[in-house]
């Protein structure tokens, strides 16, 4: 049976934790003095009335979870933090339709980076703030999160790890999960500042180098610019925003140890680590040349261009510094390709995960080899690790999963009058938090305020199935879930 009562005590903690993050934002509505300060006052009172209710729900609640609790807690935090997520844009009148404000609150806490905004420059900066602030909390996890600072709170917190971590292998880096979090919370941390400094180096704004910092850490994509980073002119600000968007593409546990231990030799070493290079030098150079034969781009800006978009979308940041709906269309299927791929597993990035595509095409390898020697026991090996065969089965669930998922809502999306390029863009867009999408309708540089209600809808929980990996979500909905036993 499910333990209610601790259900609505973390419920509770974590929109207390929800209207300390609007308390910063309120700071910086305070700080500029301009017209949002009312919309997250009446906010952070409203979020903490109903935590308080909450916590006194659950106030004699045990810290006994089970792992259904731990998958019911999770997909409820992302649900619960984006509905009251939406209260400074709702009561201050800047996104007055809700399925708009909850969809825009969604992409931000997935990190999606999807907007139904076409103008953001318009946007008070408290209201700014709060957009990209609610990515880089949403970047390694708000549960993640909570294990880092209140480990007390969260005793199934190993349950609700595996609930909310991304990737098919788990590594801890200490026996303790909450010192694990920890570590992980400062890598995430240094890497913010050490971006934000950089951007400020080059002349950017304060406010801008934090924003841009945190989205491009969190690989969000929420810019306080319409024209992304593409505003600034600068080749060095690009060069530094792929950077950073490559480098949190990858698994934050051989960062850290790279980082704070000084283990350069685990990360080269990495196989799901070289894939991800070589997909992105290889995609990379392949736009490159389309762009310099077909668009007549420079070498040097075409290298530029191209290394940018496709770091964008394979960590699935959505930033952008180039307009790619006017490249050739054999580069959307570079683009799309890497919507799909993804990060590293353990990263900030969604999508389907370099990890597992390297494992399909062992499998697929193995399929041949096993051809030709069907008596022959095949092991499938990842580093040091043997794939066991419910990991293989696991990983052909998912895929297929992943791809029912995907014809079933670009067929909705057709349905619906989106043109067949966008439907299926904005299918892979959403469930791989990507943001940008490929088309003429809805481009990578316009927004998605032109979409029906009930698709932003199908977007929004396509976001938060791709955030926690599509099983964590659907098997709340399986009739064994809801069984006693």
Known sequence: MLNLKLLSKILGSLLFLESLFMLVCLGIALLYGEDDVPAFLISILTTQLAAYILRYTGRNANNNMSRKDSFLVVTLTWVVFSLFGTLPYIVGGYIPNF????????????????????????????????????????????????IAVLPSMVGGSVKVFSAETTGPIK????????????SLWVVFLILTIICGAT?????????????????????GGFATHNDSIEFFNSPAMEYVSTFFCFLSGINFILLYRMMLKGDVKSLLNNAEVKFYILCTTVFTLFIMIMLVVNNGYGAEKAFRCAIYQVVSFITTTGLFNDDAAKWPHVTWIILAVCMFIGGCAGSTSGGFKSVRCLM????????????????????????????????RVTLLAFLTVYCIMCIFCAFVMV?????????????ISTLSNVGPTLGTEIGPTMSWDDLPDFAKWIC?????????????VLIIFTPSFWKDK
């Open 199 to 219: 951007f400020k180096l080059l002349g950017m704004g304060w406010f801008d180098c934090i924003n841009y910092s945190m989205t491009t850490i969190a690989t």
């Open 415 to 427: 349905a619906a009058g989106v043109d067949n390029t966008n439907a299926i863009t904005i299918t």
């Open 171 to 182: 590594t801890k880096l200490h026996p303790r999960l909450s010192t694990s979090a920890q």
């Open 460 to 472: 929004a929980v396509l976001m938060l199935m791709g955030r926690l990996e599509i099983f964590s």
């Open 360 to 391: 399909l095409i062992k499998v697929v390898r193995n399929e041949f080899r096993q051809l030709l020697h069907p008596r022959a026991v095949l092991p499938l090996r990842f580093g040091d690790i043997n794939v066991s065969m419910q990991r």
């Open 99 to 146: 399925t708009n404000a909850y969809f825009e609150t969604m992409s931000g806490f997935t990190t999606t980076g999807a907007t139904i905004l076409d103008d953001v420059e318009h946007l008070p900066h408290g209201i700014l703030f709060w957009r990209t602030f609610s990515q880089w909390i949403g970047g390694l996890g708000i549960v993640f999160f909570t």
